[in-house]
């Protein structure tokens, strides 16, 4: 059984935050998978292509990424490698470090209201993407007091701007106890290690100790979606991935992400992506290309 894991954060000496950049020449060692942490965590990638997992929320970025990420809101780490020229920019927070504030200052009112938007989870894009990013790069040069204002500015100008998405809006019942996110953590990172695999569901519920039938009940509860349909996404959109960073075969792509068969590739990924395999590749590089 893997071991979900809480991941505890300090803030920088002299900083009621905690910063990283990560490249090529200083990956993020981390090893945790699926996890939480008290923190809200703000991430920006300058390029490439990454997988998003973020509460139930599964999808890809095509050219780097800025997402909020409330506290206590399970995710994954965002990269998996640094090519030369690719950054990651991480700030961890805890909310509470502005809550005084929050009672006496009109104008962080924004900012209260996106914090707790983000514990839906957040992805910003347009122009506000790249601009953020270069602060956030930029705090690392910072004297201590000028760098928290440049933080306070990054929130508010977030908790302004109209180019966001809630990632976990519809539908979203991810944490209801501490029991319940501690299974599902163990049940994400089985799947994130064996989807390329057949899973069954005694195999799948035996891992936190339920029967087939109570694992449904509780998954569904859980997510809003049935064990069998979130594997397909799952699956789906580790193809989605592999058909625009590899030129690999559909046939391969199609057993690569764990399907046994092309008609059942076909007709799940027809479903969710409303396109062909085929027709997905095209219209995705040729935006990539734009």
Partial sequence: M????LEKISPDVGHSYKYACFDEDSPN???????????????????????RQVGTHLSNYQDGDLILIGSYLPHTGFTKGFEPGKKEIVIQFKPNIFEPAFEHLVELKVIHQLMEMSKKGIVFSGPI??????????????????????????????????????LNAEGYAFISSPSENKRLKIIFNYIRDHFMESIALEEIS???FMTPQSFCRFFKKSTNRTFTSFLNEYRINHATKLLIETDDEIKNICYASGFNNLSNFFRNFKKITQLTPISYRVEMMSELEI
């Fill in 2 to 5: 893997i071991n979900p894991g």
């Fill in 29 to 51: 060692t981390n090893k945790i998978k699926w996890h939480y942490h008290p923190e809200i965590e703000l991430v920006y990638i300058n390029s490439g292509i990454g997988k």
């Fill in 129 to 166: 993407k790249d601009d953020i990013g270069l602060r956030m790069e930029g705090l690392q040069y910072e004297s201590q007091i000028d760098a928290f204002l440049t933080l306070i500015k990054i929130l508010y100008d977030l908790a302004k701007v109209k180019d966001k998405k809630i």
């Fill in 206 to 208: 035996s891992q936190v």
